[in-house]
């Protein structure tokens, strides 16, 4: 008796897909190792200040919360091939990403004002800048991200036929959304 081959399945995904999950999980890993040594020094206790953290860190985080609502119905638009909500979606949330840096500066300003430093005795004011500092960083790549996206909207070159670029940028966005949140309520409530 012969016996048929069987087939196999295959699972393929794109390798840029592939590479965003891997800076994913970097970023994760970096965030992970920064928030266990913030509690490992807590609970040592040496030159750790207690303070409130800036009123506009709050502001921040309802405005990545927003700027993820405006990447998803952009994302949703170009699944419909809706190409000027599209552009408007990726408009609003640039302007809430580039909002996000202003509120991050404003909050860094309120910590110097409350004469919380970056250096100095305080180990605790140094893991704020250093974890917001971060994070912002990496809300500026996906400001970078979100720029070459919306000249390539523009150029008509997203839609639902080509959403490798858009599907990529809102997994980035999202995710820096979502560790902007984390990191908001540890530090908090850490």
Same mark, same amino acid.
């Given at each position: +008796?012969?016996?048929?081959?069987?087939?196999?399945?295959?699972?393929?995904?794109?390798?840029?897909?592939?590479?965003?999950? $891997?800076?994913?999980?970097?970023?994760? $890993?970096?965030? #992970?190792?920064?928030?266990?040594?913030?509690?490992?020094?807590?609970?040592?206790?040496?030159?750790?200040?207690?303070?409130?953290?800036?009123? +506009?860190?709050?502001?921040?985080?309802?405005?990545?919360?927003?700027?993820?609502?405006? $990447?998803?119905?952009?994302?949703? /638009?170009?699944?419909?091939?809706?190409?000027?909500?599209?552009?408007?979606?990726?408009? #609003?949330?640039?302007?809430?990403?580039?909002?996000?840096?202003? &509120?991050?500066?404003?909050?860094?300003?309120?910590?110097?004002?409350?004469?919380?430093?970056?250096?100095?005795?305080?180990?605790?004011? /140094?893991?704020?800048?250093?974890?917001?500092?971060?994070? &912002?960083? *990496?809300? @500026?790549?996906?400001?970078v991200f979100l720029g070459i996206l919306i000249v390539?909207?523009?150029?008509?070159? @997203? *839609?639902?036929?080509? +959403?490798?670029?858009?599907?990529?940028?809102?997994?980035?966005?999202?995710? @820096?959304?979502? &560790?902007?949140?984390?990191?908001?309520?540890? $530090?908090?409530?850490?």
């Amino acid at each position: +008796m012969i016996q048929k081959p069987q087939q196999q399945e295959e699972y393929t995904v794109h390798p840029l897909k592939f590479i965003l999950w $891997m800076i994913i999980v970097a970023i994760v $890993m970096l965030f #992970a190792g920064l928030t266990s040594a913030y509690i490992v020094k807590k609970i040592d206790g040496k030159a750790w200040l207690e303070f409130q953290l800036p009123s +506009m860190f709050m502001v921040s985080t309802v405005v990545v919360i927003l700027s993820s609502v405006a $990447m998803w119905w952009s994302y949703r /638009s170009a699944k419909r091939d809706e190409i000027e909500r599209v552009k408007m979606g990726l408009i #609003a949330t640039l302007l809430f990403g580039l909002s996000f840096v202003g &509120l991050q500066y404003l909050g860094w300003k309120q910590l110097v004002d409350n004469n919380v430093y970056f250096t100095g005795f305080s180990v605790s004011a /140094s893991f704020v800048y250093v974890i917001s500092g971060l994070h &912002l960083l *990496h809300i @500026v790549g996906g400001i970078v991200f979100l720029g070459i996206l919306i000249v390539k909207t523009f150029q008509y070159k @997203v *839609h639902k036929k080509n +959403m490798l670029s858009i599907a990529l940028c809102s997994t980035y966005w999202h995710f @820096v959304g979502v &560790l902007w949140v984390y990191l908001y309520f540890f $530090m908090t409530y850490a």
